[in-house]
């Protein structure tokens, strides 16, 4: 069971099984409130949070030792638990506010730009190229996010399936776009791109909105924290034209 | 001098020479262009801005293989250049927007609170117990902002020399303070705790003034998206207010 468990960190494995992983009580704690699939769990003895968990019979739960509890999780000296969690199908594009995580390969920022979505009620998709988002590293940086927004994933999505499902396309740019404040009131795909080198040209060119934060003295902002910055002003946007 | 650079990779041994490292084109540009100490550089061969640097005459460059370029860098596969690069001494407090760094452990968290804050003309405080400021984890996630902000570090700052150096202290909450945009027109020391407990329940109760992001679903955001959006938030104040 243990090797199972840890076979959850390859790609092709999750995939296959339907599972993931998600690891430490936070971020276990919030994927069980949001309503996630839970199939096992792996507590060290001393674990308050799966002893309750245990008590309550949501899940079988396999006490094991610091260092087998380590060859599962993603952290060096993991506190635990780690549950074993059923990944949901891919979400249907639908016409409410969507990110669109376009090419971010760090799973640090893939996880934060899920976390900040489901926290500014955006929709997410995340697309091949883009680091995969049920990676256990990527469940992590969300914090357990993952089961409070819809995420749509494993499939290419362009502009124009984009249009079709009623969104407007916007591409964020580190600088030259419009003002994030002022894009009215019709549902949008936020695009998100690359660490390295934003989105790509012709991405920007199709879109038919560009938006920038306004920056001084840097190249530009995190990606994580630029899709953030922009969720957030559409989240208070929205919430001042209601 | 490979040794010796890469020994810089440990606190004690930054502290004691005064140098520190910064790895990749992106970075070690920015840190050049915002006024950086070069000390010295290691780079490929095939490294075309090292050549240029090497070429302008700015500072020695050591041309290595790629499993020497390793061991002094952070990343697994490095492209380089690494720069050892002199750090400045710590920043005086004044009296113009701050953000504080109190308790974020994670190098990546601090890095990119560095980086926003120059993105958005804040100063830097990054309090003991939070990730050095120089180490290299952070100098890579900060991509060469550390010099285009000044940082104060390696001294307890508390409120009352918050205060003493004329700014009100405002502490950053998941939940429950205020609007970030009625904080009036006095620079502001904007206190971020850390990534598990926020800032600590006394330093919260000592506050001038305490301000949260409105956000649905999730328990938090992450914490260096939570002070970027905070410093936008207050950048873009400043901006309407002029």
Do not use: Q
Not at 55 to 68: D, I, L, M, Y
Not at 146 to 164: E, K, M, N, Q, Y
């Amino acid at each position: 069971m243990v090797v199972a468990a840890a076979r959850l960190h390859r790609g092709r494995e999750r995939r296959k099984r339907g599972l993931t992983l998600v690891e430490g009580p936070n971020a276990v704690a919030a994927a069980l409130e949001a309503g996630a699939g839970i199939e096992s769990m792996f507590a060290l003895a001393s674990d308050a949070i799966a002893r309750e968990i245990a008590s309550e019979g949501r899940c079988a739960v396999t006490w094991v030792a610091p260092s087998v509890l380590s060859r599962i999780a993603d952290t060096e000296h993991p506190r635990g638990p780690v549950a074993v969690l059923r990944t949901p199908d891919a979400a249907p594009l639908t016409p409410t506010d969507t990110v669109v995580v376009a090419g971010v390969a760090d799973p640090g920022n893939t996880g934060t730009l899920i976390r900040s979505a489901a926290a500014f009620g955006f929709a997410v998709v995340v697309l091949p190229g883009s680091a995969d988002p049920w990676a256990p590293k990527v469940m992590r940086s969300a914090a357990g996010a993952h089961f409070s927004a819809p995420i749509t994933f494993g499939v290419p999505v362009g502009a124009d399936d984009l249009r079709a499902a009623g969104l407007g396309v916007v591409a964020s740019t580190p600088r030259g776009g419009g003002d994030p404040g002022e894009l009215g009131e019709a549902p949008i795909a936020l695009l998100v791109g690359s660490e390295a080198h934003g989105l790509p040209d012709d991405v920007v060119a199709d879109a038919d909105a560009v938006v920038s934060i306004e920056t001084a003295r840097v190249e530009s902002l995190n990606a994580a924290v630029a899709g953030s910055i922009l969720m957030y002003e559409r989240a208070r946007h929205r919430g001042a034209s209601r």
